[in-house]
């Protein structure tokens, strides 16, 4: 539970700019834990208007503008946008705006143990770099727990 007494969304899992750009530029964790998401229309991406800035401009700068507009057109859509508090970490705002039960990033500053501690005064969510997150992420537990039905396995393509 956070500090307002809410109760994170297990089905919502945020992510930095740096796992987003990662996921489409590079193969490996961040793909991994991304195509978790989109294997699975019940999981949603949640993302805030300069998080997606964010990425879009480490994508810019690592390939190029174009590159980096279609993959802001294909993921905007299926994200679910949050607002940011001016000021506020992405992709903290993110998870905390978006109730989030995770946030994958790859920023040492909040893998941290010390950060762990802080965050969890202040909100629930559970921290992860992209190859722990797909390391001990089970859709089919959660989905079970959740749902209370039999999961069906994934219902999407994850690169569609």
């Known amino acids: 539970m956070d500090e307002t007494g809410r109760e994170p969304e297990y089905t919502r899992i945020a992510a930095d700019a740096d796992v987003l750009a990662a996921d489409l530029l590079c193969d490996g964790a961040p793909r991994?834990?991304?195509?978790?998401?989109?294997?699975h229309?019940?999981?949603?991406l949640v993302v805030t208007e300069p998080l997606l800035d964010d990425a879009e401009a480490v994508i810019a700068s690592l390939a190029d503008a174009k590159l980096a507009?279609?993959?802001r057109e294909t993921v905007e859509p299926w994200s679910l946008v949050v607002e940011q508090p001016s000021g506020d970490h992405p992709g903290l705002a993110a998870a905390y705006r978006g109730r989030a039960a995770h946030l994958l990033s790859m920023d040492e500053r909040l893998l941290s143990a010390k950060a762990g501690a802080d965050l969890s005064r202040r909100m629930t969510v559970s921290v992860r770099s992209p190859d722990a997150f797909a390391t001990v992420f089970d859709p089919e537990s959660l989905y079970e727990s959740l749902f209370e039905e039999p999961y069906a396995g994934p219902d999407r393509d994850p690169r569609a």
């Open 69 to 71: 507009a279609d993959w």
């Open 41 to 44: 229309s019940w999981l949603s």
């Open 32 to 39: 991994d834990a991304l195509n978790q998401l989109r294997r």
